[in-house]
């Protein structure tokens, strides 16, 4: 039996460990509104769903960057297109300039 609270967070016990007992409903969150390709993975455009909020000031249009940077490294990031924010440089994080990896050992569903 599933239960969910009213702020949207759902919970069922279930016989299988490996499945997580606890789970947003597919009426919380974002939808994807268009997608674009780029030379390393894609963009998407977010909208959010009209659902209750969890921490408020939620941002109600995001950006998901998605680069293939490897076989094995899926690098994602979302962002407000409408406000740039300050991101702390780190030295092993460099902007990736190549192009999408082939191979690839896993797989990207939006």
Known sequence: QT?????????????DTSVPWCFFSPKHGYKVR???????????????????TLFG????????????????HFRFKITDPK???FEVPHEHVKEFT???????????TL
């Open 3 to 15: 239960t969910c609270s009213r702020r949207g967070c759902c919970w069922s016990p279930l016989a």
């Open 34 to 52: 268009s997608q674009k390709s780029t030379t390393a993975g894609f963009e998407a455009t977010l909208k959010r769903l009209p659902s209750p």
């Open 57 to 72: 000031n939620d941002i109600q249009t995001v950006l998901l960057t998605g680069e293939y940077q490897t076989p094995n």
């Open 83 to 85: 406000r740039q924010r």
């Open 98 to 108: 190549g192009s999408a990896a082939s191979n690839l050992k896993y797989q990207v």
